[in-house]
């Protein structure tokens, strides 16, 4: 495909994991975000990234005995990872001029392209203690820090692009955070100001140049902010205009709405989110493409090694992965337990708990939701003593925050870490691990030997974890739900939980799995176990990865491809 000699996209998103060094991700989102990036400037894509600061963290998180969660904040100097821009440009907030200035991290493929990435800083000379402030922490604060954060993002990250001289084709909002960006292309094409209305014909314009991922399920994940707020904050000509362009639902200004309004194409991270979010939206068309994660990311160093010298060829182009179901059984044997071994010493130094590498071992590490159900193993306590019992020795591994207002979640975390003390015994050990991070969920995914994940279903949009532990080899025993329904072969590449009329039920399906298929094959036949690890990586790594997604979303997003009379024709991104 022909890609434009000029011009680029723009992909805008709240958050972005782009250094371990960097605290500007909260989970999920971020990851996917950072691992989009990375799989574009592997394959030399035009593309620029606009996020925020975030300069103090989201946050680190500390349990205590009895896993009460306590957060301090993540400080950091971008100075010592990136460089200032001379640009400046402004927003207005609450009627006051706030003044932007971004910073550049150049994230490098392994071709040396760059994909610059320029984070929004308002802690500049001139501005009020609290404008100053706007940028420092990600997702804190109330509902009118958000609005006013979102304002900065999608309204300052589109000017800051115009004033850094970018020439975007594209703007691509990753989640309904940065839907603003609309408003101040909206504004552009009218001449630059909130004075009087869009007509259809900017609103056209405006379509045929964005796209946006919509990532959740959940209602209360699409950002929504009152009447009050936005006439407040915004000021109320800007308020009245969102109304009369319709983005506004039972009384509120909806961001995932008005993303919807002007986007040329839209879509969910799944086959199955894409079905709920139409369910959700029925008046819009969306698609479905669904995530992956970046390879040399999240593979093992180990697990790398061997696909070097038996598959080199994985690097430059992921569908050479299918080439791992040929892989000889000791060595991806041999891999798996050096990556168990760096994550067993990375417990024992976090916990002091000391683990058996023999034995079992099972992850769970999410962003701590009621919905994912961290509990659901604990359904039945006795049945789960009995199988560790049976299989010579369970060991689980937890790790997860809660965010710092999520008191159901934080109580969820106190649960299990309860739960791990009352059943502790010499063939079940249950750890919580405390500041789940980018550090330790790469150790957590290819070092344990099979990853849980029970949501309650149809709340998972995709979910990446399991898609990492995959490109490790490492199978999945998992609800049916997210990326699982596509990425489950049962048997091949892990093992589906059933749906059940309640969590009992479904908490019976996922012992009865684990009793009467997991354990006895783990322990009894490690050689069919290296298959089972072979074919995970063979069918799962080789789709569920960032170059993959990123390619279709060249394909189908930013440039698409229309088929006419046999002729592959490359649309124009926009008309003008």
């Not at 079992?360 to 789960?384: H, M, S």
Request: hydrophobic share 40%; net charge negative; proline share 5%.
């Amino acid at each position: 495909m022909t890609l434009p000699t000029t011009g680029r996209v723009a992909y805008f998103s709240m958050e972005i994991a782009i250094n371990p060094g960097m605290p500007t991700y909260s989970g999920g989102l971020g990851m996917l975000a950072g691992d989009t990036l990375r799989s574009a400037a592997d394959m030399d894509l035009p593309l620029v990234a606009f996020t925020l600061l975030h300069r103090k963290g989201y946050f680190q998180q500390h349990l205590d005995a009895t896993g009460q969660q306590s957060e301090e904040v993540q400080p950091w100097n971008p100075e010592e990872f990136c460089a200032e821009e001379a640009a400046r440009v402004t927003v207005s907030i609450e009627g006051r001029k706030v003044t932007l200035r971004a910073w550049r991290y150049d994230l490098t493929g392994q071709s040396g392209h760059v994909v610059p990435i320029y984070l929004l800083d308002t802690d500049v000379d001139g501005n009020s203690g609290w404008d100053r402030g706007l940028t420092d922490h990600l997702y804190g604060g109330d509902t009118n820090y958000r609005l006013q954060q979102e304002i900065v993002l999608g309204m300052g990250g589109m000017r800051m692009a115009s004033a850094l001289g970018l020439e975007v084709n594209v703007f691509h909002m990753n989640e309904g955070h940065a839907a603003l960006l609309t408003l101040a292309l909206v504004e552009s094409a009218m001449g630059g100001g909130p004075e009087g209305f869009a007509t259809d014909a900017d609103v056209e314009l405006v379509r045929q140049k964005c796209v946006f991922t919509t990532h959740t399920p959940v209602p209360a994940g699409h950002d929504r902010f009152s009447s009050e707020q936005t006439n407040r904050i915004m000021g109320s000509e800007r308020s009245s205009h969102l109304e009369k362009l319709g983005c506004f639902r039972d009384g509120m200004l909806n961001m995932t709405l008005l993303a919807l309004k002007f986007s040329r194409y839209v879509n969910g991270v799944a086959l199955q989110h894409g079905k709920v979010s139409r369910e959700m939206f029925p008046e819009y068309a969306i698609d479905s493409i669904t995530n992956g994660v970046h390879g040399p990311t999240w593979i093992s160093t180990p697990v790398q090694l061997m696909l070097d010298q038996h598959i080199p060829a994985w690097r430059r182009d992921h569908l050479y992965l299918r080439n791992a179901i040929d892989l000889p059984e000791d060595a991806i044997l041999k891999a798996h337990a050096r990556a168990k071994r760096n994550l067993f010493t990375a417990v024992e130094q976090r916990s002091g708990h000391k683990l058996d590498p023999q034995m079992l071992t099972l992850g769970f590490a999410r962003r701590v939701a009621t919905y994912k159900r961290a509990n659901l193993l604990f359904n039945d306590p006795e049945r789960l003593v009995k199988i560790a019992a049976q299989a010579g020795g369970l060991q689980i591994l937890y790790a997860g925050k809660a965010h710092p207002q999520d008191e159901p979640g934080k109580a969820l975390i106190r649960d299990v870490v309860e739960k791990a003390s009352e059943l502790e015994s010499e063939t079940l050990k249950i750890v919580y691990l405390e500041n789940y991070a980018w550090d330790l969920g790469a150790l957590l995914t290819s070092g344990v030997d099979v990853w849980v994940n029970t949501p309650r279903r149809p709340y998972e949009a995709s979910g990446t974890s399991g898609m990492k532990a995959a490109m490790n080899g490492v199978p999945s025993l998992s609800i049916l739900d997210g990326w699982w329904i596509e990425g489950c072969f049962e048997g091949v590449t892990g093992w589906a939980i059933p749906d059940g009329k309640d969590d009992a039920e479904e908490a019976a399906s996922l012992y009865d799995k684990l009793e009467n298929v997991v354990v006895p094959l783990y322990r009894e036949t490690p050689d069919k176990w290296a298959r089972v690890m072979r074919t995970t990586m063979a069918l799962n790594g080789t789709f569920f990865n960032t170059n993959r997604m990123v390619q279709q979303y060249v394909r189908n997003a930013y440039y698409p491809v229309q088929v006419l009379d046999g002729a592959r024709v490359v649309e124009a991104a926009f008309a003008d």
